[in-house]
């Protein structure tokens, strides 16, 4: 989750590349020490960029100070702005109270409603409901990794009942969460290998939707993803869904968005997932980007887990992720299907 307080970990290489985006995400986390002028700034500086050689990178503004740096008069980095102040004390209350409206969030800030939905989501990359959403579904997932009973982990969380939480994940989670520690006992998934221009390509789906597509896979493998799942062959009732992923992979447009998935993870996996899905065919991304996009800058290796732990290859675009110098980086399925889905959608994307 969000907050500017606990990014310490991240790398230099992770600072200069929020430096080079102005990404005000990382404001308060460090400061950039430019030691040929002998200024310090906040990440978020409109200043040109400076040269990497001329750069060092402070945690407080108190070290830059230390090291005879003198603060920036453009961006004022030595002062927290009354903006980050009211979002970081709306987090606070926010996790501390569990969901809050928007007007109660703008009487605790003083900002219109209107304005601070716009300030909050700017600085985390959430608005404030899908910020609470995201750290009750964080705090069930925890709870049913601890051992803890479904009904024991919802209302830890602050659900209601089980119905509250189903209808607040309608959509984005197929899978129910006492699946995620049962191995889809109860489910009944349908199955078929395809042939395509990239291999042979397994595809499965319940009722629901997709729930994993992979190259060079077979029965073997869907076995292990969902142990406790009743494999089904498929038969007519999924040839049109089927066809419309083989085209989603032959020939990627915007109809891939409409096909179904039913996916299962934790909170922040399906965050990653939805933030892949927004990247557009033909862009990539960085893991820094992504984790900068989802409010948690320092969590670069974590989005690389997500990224790993996607079963559905293609309709949740892994492969748009890459490497932060520009090159492909790694691919479950191999780097030479990762460029051809790249290049198919308009990009070359790099060099292995």
Known sequence: MFHVKHLENISDEERWQAMLAKDRRFDGAFVTGVHSTGIYCRPSCPARAPHRKNVRFYATPADAEAAGLRACKRCSPGSQSAEEACVLAAIAAIRDRGAMTL????????????HFQRLFKRTTGLSPAQYARALRQQRVHEALTSGRRVTDALALAGYSGPEQFYAETKGRMGMR?????RGGAGRVIH???????????LVAATEVGVCCLAFGEGEAELRARFPRAELVPAGDTFRDLFAQVLEAVEQPGPGSAAIPLDV????????VWEELRRIP??????????AAALGSPKASRAVGGANGANHIAVLIPCHRVIASDGTLGGYAYGLEIKAELLRREGRDGGSA
Do not use: K, N
């Open 177 to 181: 969460p006492s699946d995620w520690t």
């Open 264 to 271: 299962h993870g934790t909170a922040f996996q399906q965050r």
């Open 281 to 290: 065919a033909g862009e990539t991304r960085s893991y820094g980007e992504l």
């Open 103 to 114: 007007d109660e969030l703008a009487e605790l800030t003083g900002y219109t409603a209107t």
């Open 191 to 201: 199955w078929t290998v395809l042939a395509t221009s990239l291999g042979d390509m």
